[in-house]
């Protein structure tokens, strides 16, 4: 018996289409299914065109879209483990509370290193 999962045996660029196609369609389900994650991309569609008409260097708005793409990343982590924790569950149990509660402590601190991010550049 395997360790490994028989839906990894893909490589080239069968593999990179697929993996493309999974990628897509975790995006489709989660801007679907997610309120959190819709409200996420309004603000990166917010903030990543404002980052272009404030004047600071190239590092700093570099910087300024990488800490609004960051949110996106923990955002789908956190409706992963939410998904993930109600498909084995909808009763209530403590550490399914804590995995979710954990989860969106990380987009708390993901969104705050977007405010302190922007708040130090733009009023330095």
Request: glycine fraction near 4%; aromatic fraction near 12%.
């Amino acid at each position: 018996m395997s360790l490994y999962s028989p839906y990894k045996g893909k490589n080239g660029l069968k593999r990179i289409f697929d993996a493309t196609g999974y990628s897509l369609a975790g995006f489709k389900a989660a801007f679907s299914h997610e309120a959190a994650f819709r409200q996420v991309i309004l603000l990166n569609l917010i903030l990543i065109p404002l980052s272009f008409f404030v004047h600071v260097s190239a590092l700093e708005q570099a910087l300024m879209v990488a800490v609004c793409l960051l949110a996106i990343i923990v955002e789908l982590f956190n409706s992963a483990i939410e998904a993930v924790v109600d498909r084995i569950s909808l009763e209530k149990h403590e550490l399914s509370k804590n995995a979710k509660d954990m989860g969106s402590a990380a987009q708390f601190v993901s969104l705050a290193i977007i405010f302190f991010t922007w708040v130090i550049i733009l009023f330095k």
